[in-house]
């Protein structure tokens, strides 16, 4: 992007942007039909309901599956914020295969979070190699109620055995290795629960049988599938921290998946608003206000995945907030760019098509819209209380909205299941230079006022208590995107497009304000929209 006087000469020394165009250019160009990663091969397998099986080895080959492993056994993966640009850029080209693809980060990070260090190096290794790694942790009867699972692991001397079914899970037919989440105490509840890693390749073939995949609406090629195991004996080793954790790490392992689900939108959106410009959509308006919100995605995100970093102990709100925000806000702007491209949008196994098929499963994998609202909710003493004492994490708020910085070390240790301080995005002042600063304060006053009348239950959340959830995701949003903007200001975007944004953001929570036209500001070109 330009900033208002041009492209900056600026040098950075950390650039998670650069990278990732870098991997992308390696790809090569996705006109180019002799490449695998071309547009033309993604269409065909898509309407072939196929996996991308080409594409991934020259995924692997490039290196991606070793930005999914930390530096510390081996990886590429230092900052959190790489990674989401990388998968970004994948995603851009074809959202079937980053979410084929980086299921074996999701397969594997509950080893990152919890496992020892030589489980941590064996998966590290097999992850590098290509393995393909996948997380069984729903099923059948009980969807997102992970607490209700049947799947159990009775203990013997030195062994688990295994019985029992996983459903909906993305490469269990793929997937080598596994980590499932087993019921090992009959009476269930928060510590009834262990993880184990089982790898497919060392059972015997009839004591564990694959499901047939699903067919999807999106995502056709993905291998959404199913295991039972039926006496599947794996060693007592293989278990990823102690008896009865299992709950607890997979809590905490899906606080940095949730964060990085964000690269799939923002991919997304990319991929649709580039279509909608190179397709000469005319109405400047939609393009002007897609761009507006697309920059808000990603500067809400790029806070999100420096967060993994610099603030580990407020991930519990963090992450739920971003896996609502993100994915609505982008299924939003690929609706509305598809009404103004017209028929193009709706050509049946079309570009635009296809991403709009695919985009709409982000927000229902890893915790859909209801299980993130409602972990907000379950928070909002911790938040009022923080708001109210107005405490933040100074140091790691800084460092959250740094972009050109290379962020701390992730530390394991330091996350945490309830963000007890609050969330400092939202909690730490405003400066007088923020756009709309007082409407922020007003709206930030009004929005914890009403949170305190709430009693959180588990049971019974009132249709009203989700709302105040959602309008609580559009406050992080805006004050992250203030934060941003102001503390670190980024020379590539023209600072009128962040009064756009924080305009947008607060007609969204009621508050509409006089602000300038995005239809007259300038459009990047084609290119800069990647």
Request: proline share 5%; hydrophobic share 40%.
């Amino acid at each position: 992007m330009t900033g208002p006087n041009g492209p900056s000469a600026t040098v950075r020394p950390y650039d998670p942007v650069a990278l990732a165009a870098a991997f992308d250019r390696a790809l090569g160009d996705p006109a180019d039909e002799s490449r695998a990663f071309s547009a033309t091969r993604v269409l065909a397998l898509d309407r072939d309901e196929a996996f991308p099986e080409e594409i991934t080895a020259e995924l692997n080959e490039l290196g991606l599956a070793a930005h999914y492993v930390p530096e510390e056994y081996g990886g590429t993966l230092r900052s959190y914020e790489d990674l989401l640009q990388i998968v970004r850029r994948v995603a851009a080209r074809d959202l079937t295969t980053a979410i084929g693809h980086a299921a074996s980060y999701l397969g594997s990070v509950c080893t990152w979070v919890a496992g020892t260090a030589e489980q941590a190096r064996l998966t590290a290794k097999e992850v590098m190699a290509g393995t393909v790694h996948s997380f069984g942790l729903t099923e059948r009867d009980h969807g997102s109620d992970v607490l209700s699972g049947e799947l159990t692991a009775a203990a013997t001397p030195g062994r688990y055995r295994l019985d029992g079914e996983k459903w909906l899970i993305n490469n269990a037919t793929r997937g080598s290795r596994l980590c499932i989440l087993a019921r090992t105490d009959a009476a269930g509840g928060s510590r009834g629960f262990s993880l184990f890693t089982v790898d497919k390749r060392e059972l015997p073939e009839d004591t564990y049988r694959t499901l047939p995949a699903v067919r999807t609406h999106g995502i056709r090629g993905t291998d959404i599938s199913g295991i039972e195991f039926r006496g599947a004996v794996v060693p007592a080793g293989t278990m990823i921290g102690a008896p009865g954790q299992g709950a607890e790490i997979v809590l905490k392992s899906l606080q940095l998946t949730r964060t990085l689900c964000a690269a799939l939108s923002l991919g997304s959106a990319d991929h649709a608003l580039r279509l909608a410009v190179r397709h000469g959509a005319g109405d400047r308006l939609v393009l002007a206000e897609a761009y507006a919100d697309q920059l808000t995605v990603e500067a809400v995100s790029v806070v999100a995945a420096r967060s993994l970093h610099t603030l580990p102990g407020e991930l519990g709100v963090v992450s739920a907030v971003v896996k609502h925000f993100v994915p609505t806000t982008v299924d939003a702007v690929i609706e509305r760019l598809g009404a103004v491209l017209g028929p193009e949008a709706y050509t049946a196994d079309g570009p635009f098509q296809k991403v709009a098929r695919d985009h709409r499963i982000v927000g229902i994998f890893d915790g859909n819209t209801v299980v993130n609202l409602l972990a907000l909710v379950n928070q909002f003493p911790m938040l009022v209380r923080g708001a109210r004492r107005a405490t933040h994490d100074e140091a790691g708020l800084m460092a959250a909205t740094a972009p050109g910085v290379l962020p701390p070390v992730f530390d394991r240790e330091r996350l945490s299941l309830i963000s007890l301080g609050g969330c400092s995005i939202t909690q730490a002042p405003l400066t007088d230079e923020v756009p709309y600063a007082d409407e922020l304060r007003a709206i930030s006053d009004e929005l914890h006022a009403e949170m305190a009348a709430v009693r959180p239950s588990a049971r019974d959340t009132r249709p009203e208590t989700f709302d105040l959830a959602e309008r609580y995701t559009l406050l992080f949003a805006a004050m992250a995107c203030a934060h941003l903007w102001t503390r670190h200001y980024d020379e590539r975007v023209d600072a009128r497009w962040g009064k756009v944004c924080l305009a947008r953001l607060l007609t969204r929570l009621g508050h509409p304000v006089p602000s300038l036209r995005p239809e007259e500001l300038p459009l990047p070109d084609r290119e800069e929209l990647r």
